[in-house]
């Protein structure tokens, strides 16, 4: 699983980042699980570059939304910042802005009501957190994941 978390991070970086960089970025895999209204919406995994957002989301009436943002804590602990949307039929409408506490391999979870969607429960897990350097980016070999 490592590997292929790294594969598609190091392919998914080399499309995206300028060639020169001068630091190693951290990556981390966030693994989200999302219900409002008593139904899964989101059973996903999240990859998700030092200072970017990963968005997770299904388009259409009953649709929805998941950005995951995270950032390291100086105790090694990690926060993950989430925006929660649901499209009703007049198109994305935010319903929270959540952020959780946690230890990495340790699922945290969050729930708030909405007016819009009733009972909104968010898990998060963070699976991996990786450094990716500079001469990793300049290689890059896509290897199809398994």
Known sequence: M???????????????LLPAMAQALSVYQVNAVMT???QLKADAAFVI??????RYEEHGKGGYSLVLSVQENAAGSYTVNA????DQGKGQELLATPSVTLEK??????????DVVGRVELQLTLVEHAEVDDAEL???KYVECE
């Open 83 to 86: 925006q929660v949307y649901a």
């Open 2 to 16: 490592k590997n292929r978390l790294l594969n598609l991070v190091v392919v998914t970086l080399c499309l995206t």
């Open 49 to 54: 570059l030092e200072n970017d957002t990963s």
């Open 105 to 114: 391999q340790q699922p945290a979870s969050v729930t708030f009501d909405s």
């Open 138 to 140: 300049k290689d890059c």
């Open 36 to 38: 409002y209204g008593g």
